[in-house]
């Protein structure tokens, strides 16, 4: 045990004052789920005894069947990771001859680049307020006649509109592709997360929820796409010296990956489970603070209860800033919510100009607390007690950190 | 000769197990599990990790370049490299290579133009550059082909003679030396491929090896680091990350890098030495390095002198097991993709055309041995000596 929270008893034993961390090591948003060793040594033992390392191989076959019966998809195509996979779905779905996608700029900070690796030009739409999703109606004030592709993006904490989105997709006969990264084990009324729209992508990078080392992966009840993508990931060829579709690159999964990913599915549910107490525990910690909101997982559906955010609040006595900069300073390795948001960065390529106003007040106000398997509840005490300590003393730790400055 | 014993004439095959023509190397179990628990132990799975850090550094050192970037696989770093470089228009590059180094051009939006090669080393051929030069050309990708070399101190003086930019997809070169030094410091960046079917295997991966600090910084921005090195402005960022799981793979395979390119030369003198007696089968020896990691097999066939026709020997060989390869089979400028946009120019690389229909590649690496390869020339040379009966079965077949 590595808290030191009882230290903290004057704003001066905080550790941007120069004081020791409250943890030693640490203490991230990243999942890094650890599966019980032997069990991925068994899957790695198929590949190592076929000898075969790679190129759709009987791991990468295997994941990929387990993960579309998971979502309730037909069919799952597996990616080096969740970016090329993304990168390929937009080049494949969006429509031939028009040159737009509409995506969220509450979103990954790589999302508008992977656009411009598609050759797509991104309109960037608003976000729901209290959802810090994208709804129907906002996605539907960006379509128009260049409109090649919709992405839709599961925020962290909970879906987007996923049925007005698709619906909206349907009566403009424009694609819609989900970025589902953060939304792996989610469902709704209708359906899990993976088998709605044309497709749904998703990444099995070490920080998200199934961890492939790195990775990703694409659902979708399409046979055509499925077998498309499956062909590109792999430079476009059929079977030995036959290229049958331009376009292609090397986006395919390596066995120990898919090695990995299949250990950590297979233990899913206890992840699940152990995310569920560390949520409670939030709760708990965070009940009844002011100035603070802890963004609640909806529970009458299947939730992975991994992120954690909550939002500063007017009355919370310091800036964003400041106060992620007072957490890092103790080894908890806080975020700033996708901050800056997409259309505020410098862009190199084309995209279209916004002024997405409930955007840039929800960048400003959103903070990603630690979770995942290296988090224990004891951490978790130690982190909202500590917030509660910069809660109780906003103005005195303002005052010094102005001072700080100033020196 | 009533029954030679061929199993494409209905006999038992050579070999009970298909044989691949790829290298796939690999560490022993035990090692490979000392390594992943060394991870496990970590928990540090990717961005950047100690292991991908450590293989970086002994790159550097082994292969004598300022800075070696891994990434997740070298058609992914061929992208980075022209998005590095800032590259526009066209780039020039052989045909006469894997389609990948085409198409990592189209995704940087750049059109490939398509150039000859010398046909008896099979790389670029220098003096064909000039003809296709216009306006719009900003550099050229050389390729190191079959663990040789396309004469890279030549192409550098070409190159810097007319102000065009330079890199290199050396992709099968790993190892091998130009004048007793590594492969590595040509160009402003090499790719190595790291896939399993190279002599250094990642499973998949590959490193960019550069002396230019800006490009590097470029890159590992590019590829996204995590903390290595200070951001400079880019265009656009990817992932080209290595994962900790690759570089373990990645440097035991360097371990073993010596002893692996000592069974393949063993491998290549044995076929060197019976090939050399059959009509009509040439092999390609490594061409322009002082230094070869023997990882492919290549030989001509000439039908006349052989007897039968390249096809007719692969189907042969093919129903012994010997997984035999027509590498690199179509042309790129005659693959998808790329026919339609060289529609007018499709005739004018005719040593490549020949090439890519007189080529075979055999096998090499950690699935053969000495015996393995006799066995195959064997068939090889009673292949040309009942060149008549399998003509006929093949024209029989045909009807």
């Not at chain 1, 650890?34 to 390392?53: A, E, G, I, M």
């Not at chain 1, 969740?82 to 040159?99: I, Q, R, V």
């Not at chain 1, 590109?232 to 120990?256: P, S, T, W």
Request: aromatic letters at 10%; a negative charge.
């Amino acid at each position: 045990m590595n808290i030191r929270i009882s230290a903290k008893e004057q704003v001066q034993d905080l550790s941007c004052f120069g004081d020791g961390r409250l943890f030693a090591e640490p203490k991230s948003t990243s999942s890094l789920a650890q599966p019980d060793f032997n069990r991925f040594l068994q899957y790695s033992k198929k590949f190592f005894d076929r000898q075969h390392y790679t190129n759709n191989g009987l791991l990468v076959r295997m994941l990929e069947e387990r993960l579309a019966e998971f979502h309730g998809a037909r069919f799952c195509v597996a990616f080096c990771s969740g970016f090329w996979g993304l990168t390929l779905a937009m080049t494949s779905l969006a429509l031939k001859g028009k040159g737009e996608i509409i995506l969220p700029s509450l979103t990954y900070r790589r999302m508008a680049d992977i656009a411009a690796w598609a050759r797509l030009k991104p309109r960037f739409c608003e976000v729901d307020p209290n959802t810090l999703a994208q709804t129907r109606q906002t996605v539907s004030e960006c379509i128009n006649a260049e409109t090649a592709l919709i992405i839709g993006v599961h925020p962290i904490v909970n879906c987007c509109d996923i049925e007005g989105i698709v619906s909206l997709g349907t009566e403009h006969g424009i694609p819609v592709l989900f970025d589902a990264v953060e939304s792996v084990y989610e469902s709704i009324g209708t359906g899990k997360v993976g088998s709605f729209g044309d497709a749904e992508c998703f990444s099995m990078h070490a920080s998200k929820l199934l961890n492939g080392f790195e990775g990703g992966y694409l659902t979708t009840n399409n046979a055509e796409l499925a077998h498309q993508l499956a062909l590109m990931r792999g430079y476009g060829f059929e079977g030995q010296d036959n290229c049958v579709i331009a376009g292609g690159l090397n986006a395919k999964l390596n066995e120990i990956h898919a090695a990995m990913a299949l250990a950590n599915l297979d233990e899913l549910e206890q992840l699940v489970a152990e995310n569920r107490q560390r949520y409670r525990q939030y709760q708990t910690g965070l009940r009844g603070m002011k100035g603070i909101r802890l963004l609640e997982f909806d529970e009458a559906s299947k939730t992975s209860y991994k992120n954690i955010v909550v939002e500063l609040l007017d009355d919370w006595p310091l800036k964003r800033d400041a106060t992620v900069a007072i957490l890092n300073a103790e080894n908890i390795l806080a975020r700033a919510y996708y901050s800056p948001p997409l259309h505020q960065k410098k862009m190199s390529y084309p995209f279209v100009p916004s002024n997405l106003q409930v955007t840039d007040y929800l960048a400003k106000r959103f903070i990603l607390l630690p979770c995942g398997d290296f988090v224990t509840c004891d951490d978790i005490d130690g982190i909202t007690q500590l917030l509660k300590f910069i809660q109780a003393h906003g103005a005195e730790i303002a005052r010094r950190l102005v001072e700080t400055e100033v020196k | 000769m009533k029954n030679p014993g061929f199993a494409v004439l209905g006999g038992t095959a050579a070999f009970e197990k298909m044989l691949p023509v790829g290298q796939l190397y690999f560490p022993s179990w035990e090692r490979y599990e000392a390594a992943m628990r060394g991870i496990f132990e970590r928990r540090y799975y990717t961005n950047q990790g100690p292991l991908v850090q450590q293989l970086e550094e002994r790159l550097q050192d082994y292969l004598g370049v300022k800075h070696a970037i891994c990434v997740t696989n070298a058609t992914i770093g061929l992208m980075m490299a022209a998005e590095a470089m800032e590259l526009s228009g066209k780039v020039v590059l052989p045909s006469f290579t894997f389609i990948a180094s085409a198409q990592s051009l189209s995704w940087t939006g750049i059109e490939p133009v398509f150039c000859d090669v010398d046909p008896a080393t099979h790389q670029i051929d220098i003096g064909k550059i000039d003809e296709l030069l216009d306006d719009q050309v900003s550099g050229i990708m050389g390729v190191n082909l079959w663990g040789g070399a396309c004469d890279p101190v030549a192409l550098e003086k070409y190159a810097h003679a007319r102000g065009l930019k330079l890199y290199f997809d050396s992709a099968h070169a790993f190892g091998c030396e130009v004048d007793n030094q590594k492969i590595a410091r040509f160009g402003s960046i090499e790719v190595f491929s790291f896939h399993a079917t190279k002599v250094l295997s990642a499973t998949e991966g590959g490193c960019l090896c550069t002396n230019d600090d800006v490009l590097a910084a470029r890159l590992r921005n590019i590829r996204s680091s995590y903390g290595a090195g200070k951001p400079v402005p880019v265009v656009k960022t990817s992932n080209g990350r290595m994962s900790e799981a690759q570089a373990a793979i990645a440097l035991l395979s360097l371990e073993d890098f010596p002893q692996n390119q000592q069974k393949n030369e063993s491998l290549f003198r044995i076929y060197e030495d019976r090939l050399k007696h059959i009509p009509g089968i040439r092999l390609v020896k490594p061409a322009g390095v002082t230094f070869s990691n023997y990882q492919y097999i290549v030989c001509e066939v000439d039908e006349n002198s052989f007897g039968l026709s390249r096809e007719s020997l692969l189907a042969v060989l093919k129903a012994e097991n010997v997984n035999v390869r027509r590498y690199f089979y179509p042309g790129v400028h005659r693959s998808i993709g790329y026919k339609s946009s060289q529609a007018e120019h499709l005739d004018r690389l005719p040593v490549t055309d020949h090439i890519c229909e007189t080529c075979i590649q055999f096998p090499v690496g950690a699935l053969v041995d000495g015996d393995a390869i006799n066995t195959i020339c064997e068939l090889i040379d009673r292949c040309q000596r009942n060149a008549e009966v399998l003509r006929s079965h093949f024209v029989g077949h045909s009807k």
